[in-house]
DNA sequence: GTATCCTTCGATACAGCGTATCGCCTTGCG
DNA sequence: CGCAAGGCGATACGCTGTATCGAAGGATAC
């Protein structure tokens, strides 16, 4: 049975008053603070004053944490704006944008099926939104904008941490990895990927992201306009 | 102690062969029978009849031996035919048939910068094969289909673990989640996004991830072609 | 008012994890 | 032949997710 069709335990005279929201938003703040690796039951646990086994009154299992902490972010993501473009471009924007506000999604996104209420809701909203549309091609729409926008954030945010681990604040993705990837096409086994990338202009996450995303939006367009 | 139950020296002057191609095929072989949470240092250790420390020596740490793991498979990587469309297509498609093969890439996939030599030479490969593609667009090109090819693996992986999960062999995956999300469209709260589950027809996995693939190429084509 | 049941809490325990430490044994060298 | 050096791997530490179960306490029956 999934967590969101099983009833909270009651609200019993506890010595700590408990809820699934409360444990969540422990778990986010965790998250948000430290990436997921601070995220373990004990430390939710701590973090409410409580010992550990009394979360699996709310939770059978860790995963479960996890599914929820996704399914509350997706809360904050809806699209906005007239016409299935700008519904789209502002659906994979807010998911980016959530992205960004909380890091450790980009290790859960896609990992797993997103059945949550606040998913639907999101889901609910954008097909709302994108009721001109003929309705066979709705969800493969959908289904194509998220894929893009699942590989697109832990791409980035993958860089982004990685940059972070060098140390360097340096903006140039070069100047990270400049030294490791200068040796290896010293080699001069990687001839036209090192003079792609020596003398190719190169875009910031931001650029990157919306060029991508320009592509799949002309793409669907010559589907939708026909 | 009694010379009797004290073990015999080690007679071996090299106990056992090591080195890092053996480690990573061993967890390989592992992940590949039970999925990335068979992979243990102890355990892929124990599977190369060693002790675990014995694998600092090639790795300093997990995270290492994982991204010795994808830059593996990469290596299974690379995109054929003729021309920028078929090119890029291809690479998505033999992109995703090396996780099919190895689902728990699903998991990794993105999640950290590829720099391994194997994933170097499949870019190599990639950008070779572009060669009529003007310079500057090659790398936001490749970047496209690759956040694209990550986020639609993730989702179709994570689907078909949970169908794996229920138990059902059926192919619908209305049959699987069917119950709990008609009760949940039930409530009424959903009415478009119930509309469209219940009305739109029903993609295959197949389908759905060459359908977003079409979308991207045709976008592509509309800034390559001018 | 008291006794009994039933729930639920949380201390304890267990198996497994990644990896730091360090003693011992093997090996190469003088 | 004796010694220094180096690497192997046993042991250990702190942490994880979660199963078990004794104890406590509120609810119910008489």
Redesign the pocket.
Known sequence: MLVWERPE??N?????P?SRKRIVRAAIRLADADGLD??????VAAALD????????Y?????E?LDLMVDAVYAEIRPAGDGWREVLRSLAETTRLAVHRHEWLADLIGGRPQLGPNALARGEAVVAALHGVEVDVVMPLVSAIDAYVIGAVRREIAERRAERATGMDQRQWQAAFGPYLERTFATGRFPALSTVVRDAAHLDADQTFRAGLGYLLDGIEVHIAR
Do not use: C, E, H, W
Not at 59 to 63: E, S, W
């Open positions: 335990p009651s019993r005279p506890a010595p700590a408990l601070a995220v373990s039951l004990r430390k409580v010992g550990p086994m009394r979360l699996y009154g939770l059978a299992t860790k995963d944490l």
